[in-house]
């Protein structure tokens, strides 16, 4: 049986370069290449926990301007199990101006800037037109790049039914402790987790400490993505060390929300947390060799680089 995955999050529009290197301020550096392709870290995990065997519901909110086809016709082709789509004619589609530093020592990192647009103005009546799937959900997914109401509105929703929340801080921006004391599961990155508990976030020596003041401020479970060095889970404060999965980067561009959706999607269908955990750095790690923030995974190919670190 498949578990239930509800994610509500953004979609945006990625424009993304790919150059030999940044540019710097003030120049005009010509790229490799370049795409327009579906982003948005709501869109980007929907899809990861689509591919790792989830039946997912995405809800989302796009524009009615040039984009918004695009963006729905992106939607439907991907085969959901339930897709809310919400519109505004108030707000342009999100879109994301990204670079993909290809070189030989760019390591394929990226720089984005989001203008979210669409994605800031869900209101409290569009919420409660799907309220009953979060509340059936065995999960409910969830970044920071909505407006925060409607962010703590599907948080409290959630909560009253018992089910199950991840939220991946991501874009960041403040959230209260009250809301955190109802999220079960909470994924910063090393940046994201030094602004949740103050403490700069280097290593996994540092990350553990990170991990214990993010729990007193009211999360359960705590898993800090520490890039090339790998992942800390810290389940009630009891700490597992997640290796890193061999990749050759080609584009690190949503390898977090890789990571989400597919930890998502293995909770939903009963794995313990640090299976899933595992689950999900195999297939992070599967992503980046792929090109665009959403690339098509297979589950061999992640069956497959999970047995690397067997
Ligand atoms: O995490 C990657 C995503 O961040 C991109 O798809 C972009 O749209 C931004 O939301």
Redesign the pocket.
Known sequence: MKGKVCVFG?F???IVARVDRFPFPGESLVANSSMTS????G??QAMAALKSGANVHYIGKIGEDAFGPFARRYLKSVEFDALTLLTTSDKAT???L?FVSEGEQGNAE?M?S?D?GANMTVSHDEIMQFASAIGCADILLVQL?NNIAAIEHVINIAFEHQTFVILNP??WQEVDDQLLTKVDLVTPNATEAQFMSGVPVTDFASAEIAADLIHKRGCKSVIITLGSMGALLSEQGVKTTIPLFPANPKDT?????AFNGALAARLANGDSITDATRFAAAYAAVSVEKIG??PQISLTEVEDRLLCLA
């Open positions: 953004s945006n529009v990625d579906a982003g948005g870290k869109a980007n999100g879109n994301a990204i990226n984005i989001v979210p790049e991501a874009p561009t949503g390898a977090g929300d923030a959403s």
